[in-house]
Structure formats: structure tokens, C-alpha cells
């Protein structure tokens, strides 16, 4: 596998990507290889689909990933793997959920971007633009699956992302999405906790910072008042900080956004309402 250059390196299929397969008396259809960010064309054989390396999808591979409508799976050998991982740092377990567009993360079953209605890519856009565009040296601490990053690197000269779980980052490299995570030069992935590691960042040498926590209740320190001072003395002047929060309209987000911006002003910062990017933009 990898020696016909049309071949992606890994071959990750879910139910949205195999539906061209179910379609019958087709004997060559294009199929994506890599939850949707390329195609090649195979061929079929009998009730198997011949891929351009040579390996066989069989039918009770296509029903197993079928089955499955909240996974991904990474097809080595003729043996499907469903991609997951569980973290014993924080007793969570992860895996990788197919949409439309690029997968989003569950975490213990909970989506890690915002999926109704929109896309995992569509709502990093949001964030962003809520920021306005990145330039400079960006700070993201909460990589996820490496989207803010990635697209935040198209414009910023240089963007420090913080993952606290290294098992997160396990999915990454298994997610064709998330590839440029480590391959981009203007990327600099770091381990540990944002909690941490933001204190010992030396005075106003970011230009902005993109802060999407988990939620308070799994990660309580990321909202504390001590961490936006923190993050207030890493800012330039002027530079700009986008706090991804929730939705406004529920509960949670109603009840945790009034917190975060008494701490957020409390802390120097002027504060903005971005609700459509589900924050607030915070400006030093």
C-alpha cells in the first residue's frame, strides 16, 4: 500500500464515503480513501470492490462500517479498525465521527464542534473570523483534532497549539483532516496543559490567541480568572483573544458566558458578544 501515487497513505472509510458502492449494477465507481479530501476509482469483482493497491472490500466489511454510523475506520490488510482510543490520563475515550464534511471528535460520546446545522470546518471558520485574521504568532490552547490551527497557519506567521491528552493527538494522526498538524513549518504542536504552560510564556509575545476549552465542568482551570490574566500578559497590545464558549440561547452557555466576561474585563480585557461564533472576542 502507498506505491500507486493515487493510493492516500492510510485508507480511513465511514458510511457516508462507501455509499457510492450500495449503488447496483455498477461495475467502476469513484470512492474517497480518506473521509472525502480525495477519490480514486475502483472496480468491482463479483460482490467484492477492488481498490487501486489491490485489497479487497468485501461485503461484511461494508456492513460493519455501515453499522456503524458514528464511526471511522482504518482499512489495513483486508482488517477494519475502528478509530478510538481511551485515555487513561483522563478516563475519556475518544474516536473519530464521520460528517459530510471533515469528522469532528467525540469525546465520552459528546461532539467536540458544533455539528447541527453546520460543519466541523464551518464552525472553526466562525471562530476565526470572529478572531479576525490571524497573523503573527498565534497561540490556540486546545488543539482537538487541529483544525483552528491548520487554518489559522494559512495567515499567521507562526501558531503554538497546546493538547493536554496525548491520546487526542493519536486520533489526529490517524485523521486525513488533521495531517497538516504535523507537516505544516509554521505549526509548533505542544503536550501538556494550557493551564500550565501559558504562565511560563514570556510578556506580550503573542499577537492573538484562539481559546476552546472543554467545557467548564472538564476543565474548570482554562476559565479561571488567573488563566485570563495570564493570557492578558502574553498579548500584545491591542491583540485580540476569541474565548469559544457555547451556545448563548442554552443554559450552560447563558450561565457560563456571564462568568467569563466579568473575569475576562476583570482582567484588562474589552469584551465583545461574537454569537454567532458561540464567544466572545476579547481585546487587550
Not at 11 to 29: A, Q
Not at 40 to 62: F, I, K, M, T
Not at 81 to 96: C, H, V
Not at 138 to 145: I, N, S, Y
Request: with cysteine.
Amino acid at each position: 500500500m502507498g506505491t500507486d501515487p493515487s493510493m492516500p497513505d492510510n485508507i480511513i472509510l465511514s458510511h457516508y464515503h462507501i455509499e457510492p458502492l450500495t449503488i447496483r449494477d455498477m461495475s467502476t465507481t469513484s470512492l474517497s480513501l480518506d473521509l472525502g479530501k480525495s477519490s480514486v476509482v475502483v472496480h468491482r469483482e463479483g460482490a467484492n470492490w477492488v481498490l487501486p493497491d489491490g485489497q479487497v472490500l468485501r461485503p461484511a466489511h461494508l456492513e460493519a462500517i455501515t453499522a456503524d454510523k458514528n464511526g471511522c475506520f482504518l482499512f489495513t490488510d483486508g482488517e477494519l479498525e475502528k478509530i478510538q482510543a481511551y485515555s487513561p490520563r483522563t478516563d475519556r475515550y475518544y474516536s473519530l465521527m464521520p460528517t459530510p464534511s471533515a469528522p469532528t471528535m467525540l469525546i465520552s460520546g459528546i461532539p467536540m464542534h458544533r455539528i447541527k446545522d453546520t460543519t466541523p470546518l464551518e464552525d472553526t471558520r466562525h471562530k476565526l473570523k470572529a478572531l479576525g485574521k490571524p497573523s503573527g504568532r498565534v497561540l490556540d490552547t486546545a488543539t482537538g483534532l487541529g483544525y483552528t490551527a491548520i487554518q489559522a497557519a494559512r495567515s499567521a506567521a507562526l501558531v503554538v497549539t497546546v493538547e493536554f491528552d496525548p491520546a487526542v493527538l493519536d486520533i489526529c494522526r490517524r485523521n486525513p483532516w488533521s495531517a497538516d498538524l504535523f507537516t505544516s513549518p509554521n505549526i509548533q504542536p505542544l503536550i501538556g496543559d494550557s493551564a500550565d504552560l501559558v504562565p511560563t510564556f514570556p510578556d506580550e509575545c503573542f499577537d492573538a490567541v484562539i481559546h476552546d476549552p472543554p467545557t467548564f465542568a472538564l476543565a474548570g482551570q482554562m476559565y479561571a480568572g488567573e488563566m485570563y490574566r495570564h493570557l492578558y500578559r502574553i498579548l500584545k497590545p491591542g491583540g485580540r483573544l476569541f474565548h469559544y464558549i457555547g451556545n448563548p440561547d442554552s443554559r450552560y452557555g447563558a450561565t457560563t458566558s456571564r462568568g467569563v466576561v466579568i473575569r475576562l474585563r476583570s482582567a484588562g480585557f474589552r469584551v465583545t458578544p461574537k454569537e454567532r461564533a458561540f464567544g466572545v472576542l476579547a481585546v487587550k
